[in-house]
Nanobody, 115 residues
Framework: QVQLVESGGGLVQSGGSLRLSCAASGNILIFNAMGWYRQAPGKQRELVAGLTRGGSTNYADSVKGRFTISRDNAKNTVYLQMNSLKPEDTSVYYC?????????WGQGTQVTVSS
């Protein structure tokens, strides 16, 4: 059973930075891709950043140039570095791992950006 545990969320002022971590219970290179999603109250969950097994990345237009997804294979951990945070980035952030046809989700971590 795959487990994903997020950490690193919190309260930060506009313009600040946070780094989210997603620790997997096993070797992350078995996954086709891993990513970070977010969901604000009353809104659909959206992809923020993705990272394929081969190392390709993709980002939502709203975070390009501000967020960076990366991984540490030895630690089985994926990161989301978030800089220049804006109030509209406030959301619950979820880690996702794709092992088609299955998908796995973490429990989520709250990020709140104050203006």
């Amino acid at each position: 059973q795959v487990q994903l545990v997020e950490s690193g969320g919190g309260l930060v002022q506009s313009g600040g930075s946070l780094r989210l971590s997603c620790a997997a219970s096993g070797n992350i290179l078995i996954f086709n891709a891993m990513g970070w999603y977010r969901q604000a109250p009353g809104k659909q969950r959206e992809l923020v950043a993705g990272l394929t097994r081969g190392g390709s990345t993709n980002y939502a237009d709203s975070v390009k140039g501000r967020f960076t997804i990366s991984r540490d294979n030895a630690k089985n951990t994926v990161y989301l570095q978030m800089n220049s945070l804006k109030p509209e980035d406030t959301s619950v952030y979820y880690c996702n791992a794709n092992l088609a046809p299955r998908e796995y989700w973490g429990q989520g971590t709250q990020v709140t950006v104050s203006s």
